[in-house]
């Protein structure tokens, strides 16, 4: 019975640990593409083996007071409306990406 329970507890993390390890298989080319991208737009961040996150922490203490024009208001760049984003898309989007997304928006319902 003792030999039972035990194998019930180990259950559960077995499956759990295969799960994660095939994630990590599945995700791994994702990453490795990912990775290669972002050594051919910013190479100084494969200069050092943590520059990427010093590069993120870096960019998080970046206080740089911009101005953004939309809808003929002058907003500082951390006080743009809500809407700014989904308007900036519509501009700056082509249309038949836009029609793309719609129709896969449609789609899925």
């Not at 990453?31 to 494969?46: D, K, N, Q, R």
């Not at 203490?61 to 002058?74: A, C, K, P, R, S």
């Not at 500082?76 to 900036?88: F, H, K, L, S």
């Amino acid at each position: 019975m003792r030999m039972y329970m035990q194998r019930l507890q180990l259950e559960p993390i077995r499956g759990r640990l295969g799960f994660f390890s095939q994630s990590v298989i599945a995700f791994a080319p994702a990453f490795l593409i990912g990775y290669l991208i972002m050594i051919a737009v910013w190479p100084w961040s494969t200069l050092a083996p943590f520059n990427a996150l010093r590069g993120l922490v870096g960019f998080r203490e970046f206080q740089e007071q911009i101005g953004t024009l939309l809808n003929g208001h002058v907003y500082g760049m951390n006080d743009v409306p809500r809407w700014y984003v989904p308007i900036y898309l519509l501009i700056k989007l082509p249309l038949l990406i836009l029609a793309g997304a719609g129709a896969a928006f449609l789609f899925i319902l």
